[in-house]
């Protein structure tokens, strides 16, 4: 009996709270501060700071949370869209700026702690610069087939923002998908977009033109040999350590322009000027209607070449051999001295010595007298130059005593 009665008194005391706690919300209605998140900051007065060369560098919009106090009832009304938040940017400069935030909300409800609410901005010099506009083609044509622009308007458009985000934009962008192009010409309106060096949009900039206007088709491929003349040489004091010319090339057109193309012809290839590790891009004869492929645009001879290395030896006259001297003969060699300048491969020319130098003078047929005759030098594989400085020396030939 007394477990009974004691259940009996726990079930009507929870009765009666909840009873008082119903009369407390129906009736009495008590004061309540309830958190409302996400609201949406709206920044006033933009233009006034782009009228001063100024630009709001932020990347994303701006919300905060708010709270309201009031009537238990009222205050579970309210939303993020009962709610106004604004901040206004007129008069600030170059740098981040603590901005109050004034918020507007239903007259049933108050914010607490109206003078807490601020908004940090970061404002930059506003700058302005054009972008060629990309077509990005979005899906996968057959192997055998391209998407192709034909036209585009605007060709560029004028970004503007802050320095940094202007800074960031790698190109603008239009996206067209593959699947809706065909062996005709079709037209499109596309709006651009700014991205960045990670292909992420760039948000709060400005370009001149909101989209562009777009005619693309689909055109068939086709690898086929290319001839290239390269003409010249390099310079003697440098070494062409490689030389990759392209044979082949992707070019695209309507199936019967290509279908008769066997090879084409690049305009020949002067290397004699070049005078550092280079690309030269090849002009590529090509028929009427046809063009090159997407990945053969950039088609180009790699030519690397590096300085000739050079080593200079002072060779004393008493290695100079005499050849053809006559019987009874002695000879005397005037000339101290021999410089001789060799240049070639690093390699070789690092491996050269005096002893490899082979200087020598022919004397056939001279009797005693005083006589100014030519050196000659034997040129070692691998040397490209060979110089001696004096090119003659002067002799003496005596009677043998």
Same mark, same amino acid.
Do not use: C
């Given at each position: ?108 409800? +108050? #914010?607490? /702690?109206? @003078?807490?609410?601020?908004? *940090?901005?970061? !404002? =930059? ?5 054009? $972008?060629? %506009? ?66 992420? +949009? #760039?948000? /709060?900039? @400005?370009?001149?033109?909101? *989209?562009?206007? !777009? =005619? ?5 491929? $086709?690898? %086929? ?71 053969? @645009? ?6 690397? !070449? ?96």
């Amino acid at each position: 009996m007394m477990l009974q009665n004691k259940k009996f008194t726990i079930f009507l005391s929870i009765l009666l709270a909840i009873f008082l706690w119903v009369y407390v919300v129906a009736v009495e209605n008590p004061p309540t501060k309830v958190k409302v998140p996400n609201v949406p900051i709206k920044l006033v007065n933009v233009d006034s700071l782009n009228q001063r060369g100024l630009a709001i560098s932020s990347e994303e919009d701006y919300f905060m949370d708010v709270i309201v106090e009031g009537a238990r009832s009222d205050v579970l009304k309210i939303s993020a869209d009962d709610i106004e938040a604004k901040a206004d940017v007129f008069g600030y400069g170059v740098g981040q700026n603590d901005i109050p935030v004034t918020i507007t909300v239903p007259d049933s409800v +108050s #914010v607490a /702690n109206q @003078k807490n609410n601020r908004l *940090t901005v970061t !404002i =930059e010099e506003m700058v302005s610069v054009y $972008k060629p %506009v990309n077509v990005v083609f979005n899906g996968a044509a057959d192997s055998k087939q391209e998407a192709t622009v034909s036209s585009i308007t605007p060709k560029e458009v004028e970004v503007k923002g802050a320095k940094s985000k202007v800074a960031s934009i790698k190109s603008v962008n239009a996206y067209l998908d593959i699947s809706e192009l065909t062996t005709t010409p079709k037209s499109f309106t596309t709006e651009l977009t700014a991205v960045d060096f990670r292909g992420q +949009s #760039v948000k /709060n900039i @400005k370009l001149s033109s909101d *989209t562009a206007d !777009i =005619e693309a088709e689909i055109y068939q491929t $086709k690898e %086929v040999p290319l001839e290239v003349d390269v003409t010249g040489e390099v310079n003697k004091a440098y070494q062409v350590t490689s030389m990759d010319v392209p044979q082949k090339v992707k070019i695209k057109g309507l199936k019967e322009d290509l279908q008769d193309i066997s090879k084409v012809t690049a305009e020949p290839v002067d290397i004699s000027k070049v005078t550092a590790t280079t690309d030269i891009p090849l002009t590529i004869k090509l028929p009427r209607g046809v063009m090159l492929a997407q990945e053969s @645009k950039k088609t180009a001879v790699s030519i690397a !070449i590096k300085g000739i290395s050079v080593k200079e030896f002072e060779i004393p006259s008493s290695s100079i051999t005499a050849n053809g001297l006559g019987d009874k003969l002695s000879l005397v060699i005037n000339t101290q001295t021999v410089n001789v300048k060799v240049s070639g491969k690093e390699a070789d020319v690092a491996k050269l010595t005096e002893a490899d130098v082979n200087l020598s003078i022919d004397l056939t047929g001279l009797e005693a007298g005083i006589y100014t005759v030519p050196l000659k030098v034997e040129k070692e594989n691998g040397i490209s130059d060979i110089s001696v400085t004096p090119e003659e020396i002067h002799i003496t030939i005596n009677e043998a005593v």
